[in-house]
């Protein structure tokens, strides 16, 4: 079936984000005009995704980590 990166590019999804919970870090994949995913924005910890789909939406990756 091959790595989802390349069935999403395949699939022509625009944007998504890989969380790990345990290492605490977020991956934002954001497809470009070329059809192919730019080079990945990690957080670790802090900072803020917007997302490049969804006008308006951003999340603070800290409030991802509080219990």
């Known amino acids: 079936m091959g790595c989802p990166r390349s069935l999403y590019e395949r699939s022509g999804v ?4 890989v969380i ?3 290492g605490h870090w977020l991956q ?3 497809l470009a005009a070329d059809g192919k995913y730019a080079p990945e924005v990690t957080f670790e910890k802090t900072g803020v995704v917007t997302s490049a789909v969804l006008p308006g939406f951003s999340l603070d990756v800290a409030g991802v980590w509080q219990e």
Not at 14 to 17: A, L, S
């Open 14 to 17: 625009k944007e998504y984000w």
């Open 20 to 22: 790990d919970p345990v």
């Open 28 to 30: 934002q994949y954001v």
